[in-house]
């Protein structure tokens, strides 16, 4: 059990492009989610994933946002045409049943 | 809305007990959970609660009041290393996995 491991751990870049983050949760997990954080606040939830199945989305994804986990393995989120206000932190869970969560060290966005 | 309301800071001595209090209002209720979370860190599960009670794990417990909306982590023997954000977190019902959080506290552990 490596714990939830997130890629990249921090990205910078320009308002307007287009950031890809991946989340490789605990191996058992059939469960995994999204989360983003701001400074100062506790996590935002943005969307969950059983197995490849996405069944919950937070009214936070707009359509700029897109999440997959084609193969109930892995998982990647997509901001497109980025903003400023899209610099968080972007925290990946994942848990089995209904076992806690357990969360990944994150990708830390900050738009230039 | 959804909310659960901390104290924003903590401040204890080291070897003390401190408690950390979570009031919520949900439109549904089905556990708390509690995380800490050091600068830079990810968020580690710390404990949960669905039932009313106490419950104890090592030097941390937590306690929840359905009745009161109500619930806390108690931290004992503090340890520098202690020293973290704390978070409330509810679950709304069985059938939403999304967690609501707090906006956490701060505790700081002086020597």
């Known amino acids: 059990d490596t714990g939830v491991s997130q890629n990249p751990r921090h990205k910078i870049t320009k308002r307007g492009q287009n950031v890809t983050f991946r989340c490789d949760p605990i191996s058992e997990h059939n469960r995994l989610y999204w989360y983003r954080q701001t400074l100062g606040q506790g996590p935002e939830f943005l969307t969950y994933f059983q197995n490849e199945a996405q069944l919950e989305k937070s009214r936070l994804l707009s359509d700029r946002f897109s999440a997959e986990r084609p193969k109930g393995s892995f998982s990647t989120l997509e901001i497109q045409r980025t903003e400023q206000g899209d610099s968080a932190m972007y925290l990946c869970?994942?848990?089995?049943?209904?076992?806690?969560?357990?969360f990944g060290d994150g990708t830390r966005l900050s738009i230039l | 809305g959804q909310s659960l309301e901390q104290p924003s800071e903590v401040t204890a001595v080291e070897g003390a007990i401190v408690q950390i209090n979570c009031t919520y209002q949900?439109?549904?209720?089905?556990?708390l959970s509690w995380y800490q979370q050091h600068d830079g860190g990810a968020p580690t599960f710390l404990s949960y609660?669905?039932?009313?009670g106490l419950e104890e794990t090592g030097r941390f417990s937590s306690f929840l009041s359905r009745s009161d909306s109500y619930g806390y982590l108690l931290l004992q023997e503090l340890q520098m290393k202690d020293s973290a954000s704390y978070f409330c977190a509810a679950s709304l019902d069985t059938g939403r996995r999304a967690l609501t959080f707090g906006s956490g506290t701060r505790l700081q552990v002086q020597p």
């Open positions: 609660n669905a039932l009313d």
């Open positions: 869970a994942s848990s089995s049943m209904d076992q806690p969560q357990h």
């Open positions: 949900t439109s549904g209720f089905y556990g």
